[in-house]
């Protein structure tokens, strides 16, 4: 039934592994769940104006907070479910086994895509690496900014921009990304990524929505996450 199918709103970086997950646990119980997807703020925003979701997988912890503090999430149901990981991808590269550093400086990039740090967590991150590595630089790429980790993705993908910041899940066992093109940025170069979950309180289907949550941060869905590339909490 339509009326009893989950509203799931899910940051963009998620959504490759939300749709496994959903899959997996409708095979398992039959609940099904229509998902949402954009940048963690323009969600949040969403929630605010009163859209129908009933759970929100934000790519940050201090969204999350937000939905707390306004009234519209209920905090005992609050968990944190991956932290994520970014990458920079030069799909015209081959990194080898360079490291980040290495890799970043050997590319060159003229133009460097990442998502607006002001809506997406990993756009933050994006931008604290790229102060770091290009501290004492005195030639700096050109910046393209997108709202979310998912149009970079795009941004890259389609030759707009030679070089991107993009979620390690994207490109995970991609069979359109070359392994080569890519490395992963330490975790030590931003803040780490770490990504709760809640459940809103307008939901009507609040049994389903803790069903839901308890598969993911059970054993199968731990599971799911972390071939995605996620670190587990």
């Known amino acids: 039934m339509a009326s009893e199918q989950l509203s799931v709103a899910v940051a963009t970086n998620f959504v490759p592994v939300m749709q496994r997950l959903v899959a997996e646990h409708k095979t398992k119980t039959g609940i099904s769940a229509r998902i949402t997807s954009g940048s963690t703020g323009k969600l949040v925003a969403q929630v605010l104006l009163g859209a129908p979701h009933d759970l929100f997988f934000s790519a940050d912890q201090e969204r999350v907070a937000t939905l707390i503090n306004e009234d519209v999430a209920d905090a005992e149901t609050r968990i944190t479910y991956a932290i994520g990981r970014i990458v920079y991808w030069a799909p015209s ?4 086994d360079l490291s980040f550093e ?15 740090a002001k809506l997406a967590p990993y756009g933050a991150a994006a931008e604290r690496t790229l102060s770091e590595i290009l501290e004492g ?97």
């Not at 290495?102 to 607006?116: H, R």
């Not at 998912?150 to 995970?172: E, H, K």
């Not at 070359?178 to 809103?200: C, E, F, G, N």
């Open 137 to 233: 630089q005195h030639t700096r790429p050109k910046f393209v900014t997108a709202e979310n980790v998912g149009q970079v993705f795009a941004i890259v993908a389609t030759g707009n921009s030679p070089a991107g910041f993009v979620a390690l899940s994207a490109v995970t066992g991609n069979p359109d990304v070359d392994p080569r093109t890519y490395v992963v940025v330490p975790s030590s170069m931003h803040q780490p990524i770490k990504q709760d979950a809640i459940i809103l309180n307008r939901s009507k289907l609040k049994e389903q929505a803790i069903a839901f949550l308890n598969f993911v941060r059970g054993n199968q869905g731990r599971q799911i996450i972390a071939r995605f590339g996620y670190d587990l909490p």
């Open 93 to 96: 590269n081959d990194f080898g």
């Open 102 to 116: 290495n890799a970043f400086l050997a590319s060159n990039p003229s133009t460097i895509a990442l998502a607006n």
